[in-house]
């Protein structure tokens, strides 16, 4: 059974039909693709070039942009960092991280942006603003499935630390012990996936059995993350992932992709929506946590923080 592909490209009127359908794709997967989705082709292109050229400098030079004390949650974290929760080997990959800069306030983590890539900021500054309005829509069209407000969402992403990640996953090893990426659920809201010209996400299915998803190359990958599943008690689950290794024949070619983690603003109570708990289904979060907790609970475990 493969994910069928959902239209973003619908009249106002007919936005609960969308809603529907993409909530019923989240309670069968915990993932939706969606087409239609309106990121500019020529923006994507250009992001995903600029990453391509940052990630191709030299080693010594890509770590001038680590940031001590930010938990990777800014600039460049090296190969052999992040692992998933419980891992024996590190993931194989590089990432950097575009976050939105601080309030008025000076709230918040500042940019970093690579002297070296002069267009990436433009790029992938302007990647990180459509995705953010994207996730919006999207949130708003799960608050309209949940039986909400569809403005149910907004003051809690308002303000979120919401994260754009530039991956990249070098050319495999022969033999090497670990796969691309572990096996792992989002920490995130949603997740939001582009770019991955080559081959490897797979979901767990219900069944135990991992599900290769391959979107088209103008789709978007959208993902339900813990924060959401704890939110609405597991009605949209949080589904495990993974990128394994490319077959023998492709061993020998880069894999890059660029996600987009939705994160409610910090001082945000996950709290089980009333209407997520039945008698059926009671309450497995009693204890109220807010956003910033449970991130920094997380990032422990993979090993970030």
Not at 29 to 35: M, N
Not at 90 to 96: N, R, V
Not at 265 to 278: F, H, K, N, S
């Amino acid at each position: 059974m493969a994910i069928q592909p959902v239209s973003l490209r619908l009249s106002e009127a007919r936005f609960g039909q969308f809603a529907d359908a993409l909530g019923a794709s989240f309670e069968r997967y915990g993932f939706a693709i969606v087409e239609d989705h309106g990121i500019d082709a020529g923006l994507i292109d250009r992001a995903l070039s600029d990453a391509k050229a940052f990630f191709a400098l030299p080693e010594v030079a890509k770590r001038r942009y680590v940031v001590p004390g930010a938990a990777s949650q800014r600039g460049y974290t090296p190969f052999g960092i992040e692992a998933a929760k419980g891992a024996e080997h590190a993931d194989l990959k590089e990432f950097w991280h575009v976050g939105r800069e601080p309030d008025p306030a000076g709230r918040g983590l500042v940019n970093v942006w690579p002297e070296e890539a002069p267009g990436f900021r433009a790029s992938v500054g302007g990647l990180y603003d459509a995705f953010d309005t994207l996730g919006g829509k999207l949130l708003a069209a799960i608050a309209v499935h949940l039986g909400l407000r569809s403005s149910h969402f907004d003051a809690a992403i308002t303000g979120g630390d919401s994260i754009l990640r530039l991956l990249h996953y070098p050319p495999v090893a022969g033999a090497s012990p670990a796969i691309r990426a572990g096996a792992h659920e989002d920490i995130n809201a949603i997740t939001l996936l582009l770019g991955a010209e080559e081959a490897g996400l797979e979901l767990l299915d219900r069944d135990g059995r991992w599900l290769a998803v391959n979107p088209e190359p103008s789709a978007v990958v959208v993902n339900i993350g813990d924060m959401l599943q704890r939110l609405t008690n597991h009605r949209l689950p949080s589904t495990t992932h993974r990128v394994v290794n490319p077959a023998p024949e492709r061993r020998g070619v880069a894999r890059y992709s660029m996600p987009f983690f939705v994160h409610f603003q910090p001082d945000y109570r996950i709290e089980t929506l009333p209407g997520c708990v039945t008698a059926d289904a009671p309450d497995r979060y009693p204890e109220p946590i807010s956003a910033r907790a449970y991130l920094a609970e997380r990032l422990q475990e993979i090993r970030l923080a």
